[in-house]
């Protein structure tokens, strides 16, 4: 089965066993300021796991598009990508693990067709300390699966990740690791806050006998060896515990949080533990193929580069992210600017991005109508940054050479990468072409210089995997609920074009991105603050009821976030003064705001905006605060 094929098989079993497909979020979470991206596919479900009803009941399944920035130095291995797509599955306080684990077996090994000889399991061993104890259910769950398929199960201990490169696969198929199979938003339980659900886990792997063990990572393999030999299929979280100040109690209602890996399945389904010979990745490097001239054996780690990132980029250009020095535009032109670099290496130098964005949209139009309906803005926007960086690559050079009268220094090779997007090899190569002379320790101060840059990078996106709510407190609530009422002010003063293209709430601010064509005027910005405070005295009631979604975004006029995708039905906040009256805000949001507007100003407080700027081009940002 190719990969298109292989999602649609999953969400068609997980619908036979009485699950609802949800659409999938954008790549940048809404209203979660602790990461750039979606990362995970249970990110956006985290509220419903926490406890707020899903509109679409207790059983769930979809494929979540993801993008991790901080993978990006990763890519060029066998299994790596920063864009990836997970498959998803999730019990909201439904069924739980008698039925989740013998339900994904039989996806993959009966639709599939996976050999259940080379499936691997691992499972939690438990912490005393805690009053945690080790997951024999899911083993012995396991361990029935294997032998109704002939094969034995022994269970082997490993304890840390680090100890199973000592002890090795002991001929195990169940392994039991201790904190590498728990799940918190916090990590290890040690660090689990009161009040936060947590569990065990257990992950499937697919062995590839080809693939040899190497040392350098470990003396011995194991499931969770990097060496590539096993990859990862998918990991079923069982939230079971509430972190309380007796401890770990077990929870009245509990969850399941299914994710896996769709690209890795397929790898799996074709026998390669590459990747990047699936159907979502191989069509790019065979049109990089025939436009190079070179074969992906020799050009393996340039081309794995610009399939990946590439795809990255078109998804964030779908989801409304266009290039720029910020944020989630800063990573995407990265991505984008790293994948021409490689294609100045493989001599691809003109129409690049042209000729390969097509090929990634076809890939994907069937299946996620956006794709089709943004097709052409896409490859507009694409290929306008490929002309930006050309420019800014003869601005590179022109740089190198004033930099450069003294010799050429790590630094200042470093400077060029990262401000001007001049390629490392490109300052290299002009260097011996103008006969500058470059320092012998460059790479040193360049890598230092990265590293650098790297923690930063880190630093912006972290959460990006496990993912987390920007908060629940009163003052993410307040400020919710004002940038509620500031967009249909900015409507009222502006005009209806104004459609919102992002948030950020922290317990500080608001940060409201909404696209307009120019400046907003001083005179304009009072007008919205002055509305806004307007609304917030008239004690606005806030209360929200589900709708068909046709009915909510057409007779209704619910307003949306740009690039939202709902189900059949959507949840519609609206703040009212009088029932007789109509609503000041409509809206579709899942939550959370305060009950009634008056809370926003509780000791004194007004609506205040401190800033207005320009976030991209046909794009203003605002900052506001309650003060």
Known sequence: MIAQEIRKAYLDFFMERGHKVIPRALLMPYNDPTTLFTGSGMQPLIPYLLGEPHQDGTRLVDSQTCLRAQDIDEVGDNRHTTFFEMLGNWSLGDYFKAEQIPWFFEFLTDKIGLDPERIFVTCCSGFSAYNVPKDSESADIWAKLFKAKGLDAKQVEIGSEANGYEVGEQGGRIFFYDEKNWWSRNGAPKDVKNGEPCGPDTEMFYLFPSVQHDTKWGKYCHPNCDCGRYIELGNSVFMEYLKTDKGFEKLPAKNVDYGGGLERIAAAAIDSPDVFKISLLWPIIEKLQKLSGKSYDNHTNAMRVIADHLRGATFLAVDGVVPSNK???????????????????????????????????????????????????????????????????????????????????GEEIFKLYDTYGFPVELSIEEAFKQEIEVSENWRMAFDTKMAEQRERSQTASKGAFKGGLGGQTLQHKKYHTATHLMYQALRDVLGDHVIQRGSNITEERLRFDFSHPEKVTPQQLEQVEAIVNEQINKDLQVTWAEYPTKEATGKLGALGQFGDRYGDTVKVYKMIADRAQKPFSFEICGGPHVDHTLQLIEDGKHFKIIKEESSSAGIRRIKAVLQ
């Open 327 to 409: 944020e989630q535009g800063y990573v995407m032109r990265r991505l984008l600017r790293r994948a021409m670099r490689y294609a100045f290496e493989l001599g691809i130098e003109q129409n690049f991005l042209e000729q390969i964005v097509p090929v990634i949209t076809d890939m994907y139009h069937q299946d996620f109508p956006e794709v089709a309906s943004k097709r052409q803005e896409v490859i507009d926007i694409l290929v306008k940054e490929e002309k930006v960086f050309r420019q800014t690559l003869r601005a590179g050079v022109r740089e190198l050479s004033k930099l450069s009268q003294d010799g050429l220094t």
